[in-house]
């Protein structure tokens, strides 16, 4: 690359990155500010002898820290999470990765003991865990060693410099809906927000991507559930015909069986639903929320679904089972992890290649992680038909021209 400017640099590698970005789930393509180091590798080295399960061969060690024999049924996750990881190797059968099983248990203690356990054995990187209390365990060995973690956790609190979250995140969908709906004309809005931590971040972002857009906010209701018991919802649902008639678009994020009862119940109350477009988030990306009838035309941000659905037939095939719409995070992380290796040489997950401003293309689309450890995405918009979805904003393929 020498003789280039670091823009050309970018520019040319994006492209690159942007022509294969179909086949990623394959080939491990990524689209960076990297350049290719050609006759810089690292040279193999006698390392520790590993303990516990290993998928791969190569000669670069990262751990893979899930939740394997956690209480509450969290264990299929885990067991989701290492078949999908060992599906990324079986497509990218030239990576040079060893992937170190280890098991978190979902706690904290379970994350430190399993992060350091990799690292011991010479991973230079972990991927995982999934639950909270597991990542700030892991990350408290590895911040230690200096071993970066790619965590798999919609809990932001636990994201910080060098523990990155590949999840998807509430505020980028919140971002990508309203920011839609704002250049769509509309001003006035309402909301009905779950309490909680999760409402909480949801809130807080819904209130200045509608601030950016000079809109106003007529009236955020929260709501309590408590297992099936729906009251509170359905109360909080029914203070809003007030505000029906003065606004145009109404922010339901909660996904599951809460946008179709909150429209049944508006409806019920004789409001005036016409000029009221219906939004969501990512937690719409389920068929009891795309097939509904009740919800068509509403509009929600989600990752693209293209790549996902291949693999999800890829999995099929494999293991016999549907796997959960995260599955394809752990499938991104081990991809990712084998495309660093490939492509960024000994510097492979330094910090200055890992928060790189163009970012990386996986099966979900774009997504770049930001020094504090958080991520922003690519997101498309969907509207619901009733029958499945329709894009009507694809998500957008490079960071310069999508945000």
Known sequence: MRGKTGQQQRRQFLKTALACSSAFALSGCLGSSLGSLPGDQVQPT????????????????????????????????????????????????????????????????????????????????ILGPVFAPAVSGAAAAARATGVPVIAFSTDTSVAARGVYLLSFLPESDVKRIIGYANSQQKRSYAALIPDGSYGAVVEAAFRQEVGKGAGRIATIQRYKMSGSDTSDLVAKTAALKSVTNNIDALFVPAGGGVPPLVVQTLVSQGANLGNIKILGSGQWDSAQVKNNSVLAGAWFAGPE????????????????????????????GVTLAAGLIRSAGPQRFQQSIMTNRDGFIGIDGLFRFKSNGLNERGLAVYQITGRGTEVISPAPRDFRTGF
Do not use: C, H, M, W
Not at 82 to 98: C, G, I, T
Not at 306 to 318: I, V
């Open 46 to 125: 006698a390392q520790p002898q590993t303990t516990g399960e290993v998928i791969g061969t190569g000669s670069v060690r990262v751990g893979l820290l899930l939740p394997l024999a956690a209480s509450g049924g969290n264990a299929s996750i885990g067991t989701v999470f290492k078949n999908a990881a060992a599906l990324a190797l079986q497509n990218f059968p030239n990576a040079d990765v060893q992937l170190l099983v280890k098991d978190t248990g979902g706690t904290a203690e379970g994350g430190r003991s399993a992060a350091q356990s990799a690292i011991s054995e010479g991973a230079e990187l």
């Open 305 to 332: 679904d293209k790549g996902f659905q291949g693999f999800a037939r890829r999995y099929q095939s494999t293991y016999g089972a549907t796997p959960p719409r995260n599955a394809s995070l752990v499938y991104d």
